[in-house]
């Protein structure tokens, strides 16, 4: 028998079935679950908006972020609220036990100490948040791996990272700073000051130590590549900013094909370098002292250890190289940024930082040893990561119920540790949280914190930034030699605009008048 569509009754009937359970995976995923989690979080304290179907919170948290980065504000205003006015109004609203709505997903705000320690402790059950699918054409690599590829891939990387390795890459954040400085004194007129915008200049600097320290010898093909790393990530920027449609991603729109076209020649080129370096290993040639190269040798001493399995393939490490652009260069540069306008706005902190570098390199090249016992320059990096971190939140989701303190969070919560409110709490730094005064580091981070995870600029526990030693390197690196060549201050056309775009970005730019010395 046949229905009036032409469809045996049989074949109508399953029809009928699938639609109905796609129509119920659909409401439950708008309406009934949101709901189940919003109940479950209510009951145990929680306070939060009601749940509106699909948008949640969506377009407050749009508004939000729209006004507060419409207005300009003063130096010494609290940036908080300008960076991440979402958390900031819902904390305001509903005090600390409290949640978001991100569409159909609760986001809670977890602002306890012990509470943040266990979150980034249990990386099994606190996972990264899936990221939009147009990231997978940017890198993927460790940062975004969970189990035990995360864990496998972690351990071959973590040797290129030990302190003894960044010792070797300091000629390269050398050689970037040199052209920086260079460049800066054609600049300086007869008068020996000019104003310039800092900010692309040091994003250069760290654009050139990334291509370096990844590709040694092979920096012109590395510089190529990470330019091409930047153009996809304009493209990727731009995706994020249109409606995105689930599957979007297949169709060849002009920003796909290009998109596509970048991911593979940046694949190529990294092959060819990699194929390259394989090849002059095997016939005996010294190892190269570069990411990459370090990478290639942890990685066979594994495969050596314990056979293929726990090595990585090519394709591993062509992501993990693509990675190193987006995880070590803005980073970096976000914090030399703020470092330049925090010493420009207290010139004594300037010239007590000044007075150190020359103290201890006089006017030559500093040197490994010498960049560890900078103490006044270290205390006035971390009190640059405690007022500007560069990542203002960490974030993950709950894969299962889980407990965490004397809560039990539902599976498919998301959780987030605003780095940034916490950094700016009066409660745990004082009533001067605002102010810029490096002396609470004197006596190191964890005197200055008294133990507690409350000061995380490279996140926690087992997935803590890997690079945090070989940013903060390059940043004192840079930091005394360009304090040894030159002054700087603020130049009235400086506009104060600390925004959030990924990192934390001076939307204007950071125009700075320098001094030659
Ligand atoms: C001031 C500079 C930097 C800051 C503030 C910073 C911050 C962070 C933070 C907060 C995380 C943890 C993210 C999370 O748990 O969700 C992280 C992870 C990571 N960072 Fe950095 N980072 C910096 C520089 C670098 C550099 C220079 C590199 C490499 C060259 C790097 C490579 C990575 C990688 C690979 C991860 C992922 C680690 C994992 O998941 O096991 N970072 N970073």
């Keep these: 028998m046949q229905t009036s569509y032409g469809l045996t009754v049989p074949l109508f009937f399953s029809c009928v079935l699938v639609l109905l359970a796609l129509a119920w995976r659909v409401l439950n995923w708008v309406w009934f679950h949101p709901k189940k989690l919003e109940k479950q979080l209510r009951e145990q304290g929680f306070r939060g908006n009601p749940y509106k179907i699909f948008y949640g919170d969506f377009k407050e948290i749009s508004t939000m972020f729209k006004e507060a980065n419409s207005k300009t504000i003063n130096l010494s205003d609290n940036i908080v609220p300008r960076i991440i006015p979402h958390i900031h109004g819902i904390l305001n609203k509903y005090g600390k036990k409290s949640f978001l709505w991100f569409g159909p997903k609760p986001l809670v705000l977890i602002m306890d100490s012990g509470l943040i320690k266990e979150v980034t402790q249990k990386i099994q059950v606190f996972q990264k948040p899936k990221s939009n699918p147009l990231a997978k054409f ?158 290639l040798e942890s990685n066979s001493q594994e495969i050596g250890k314990h056979g293929n399995k726990v090595g990585m393939t090519i394709q591993d490490v062509i992501e993990e190289c693509k990675l190193f652009y987006f995880a070590g260069q803005e980073t970096t540069s976000v914090l030399l940024v703020w470092t330049m306008i925090l010493l420009s706005r207290f010139p004594d902190w300037q010239s007590r930082a000044r007075e150190e570098v020359l103290q201890i390199f006089g006017s030559n090249k500093p040197d490994f040893d010498g960049l560890n016992h900078l103490k006044i320059v270290t205390m006035i990096l971390n009190e640059v990561l405690r007022l500007y971190p560069p990542l203002s939140t960490l974030t993950r989701k709950t894969i299962e119920e889980t407990k965490l303190g004397n809560l039990t969070l539902p599976a498919g919560v998301m959780v987030t540790m605003p780095i940034m409110t916490i950094h700016h709490d009066p409660k745990i730094w004082g009533e001067d949280v605002q102010e810029f005064k490096p002396e609470r580091f004197a006596e190191g981070v964890s005197n200055a914190t008294k133990g507690q995870v409350v000061f995380f600029p490279f996140g926690w526990g087992p997935r803590i930034c890997i690079g945090q030693n070989f940013a903060m390197l390059e940043a004192k690196l840079a930091m005394a030699m360009i304090l040894q060549r030159f002054s700087f201050e603020l130049s009235p056309s400086y506009t104060h605009a600390p925004r959030s775009s990924i990192t934390l970005q001076p939307q204007y730019g950071a125009h700075l008048i320098l001094h030659k010395l």
């Design 138 to 295: 940017l890198a993927t690599g460790v940062v975004s791996y969970e189990g035990d590829k995360w864990a496998k891939q972690r351990k071959v990387l973590n040797p290129a990272f030990h302190m003894e390795k960044l010792k070797l890459m300091l000629p390269a954040f050398d050689q970037s700073a040199t052209d920086m400085l260079s460049k800066w004194e054609d600049m300086v007129s007869e008068k020996g000051s000019i104003e310039v915008d800092v900010w692309p200049n040091l994003q250069t600097l760290t654009s050139d130590a990334i291509s370096r320290t990844a590709f040694g010898s092979s920096y012109e093909e590395g510089k190529r590549i990470f330019e091409l790393q930047r153009e996809q990530a304009e493209h990727f920027l731009e995706a994020l900013r249109s409606v995105y449609f689930p599957g979007l991603r297949f169709l060849p729109t002009k920003r796909n094909r290009r998109m596509k076209r970048i991911a593979k020649e940046v694949d190529d080129s990294i092959r060819e370098i990699i194929n390259t370096r394989l090849k002059s290993t095997r016939a005996g040639e010294r190892n190269h002292d570069d990411l990459l190269g370090l990478l």
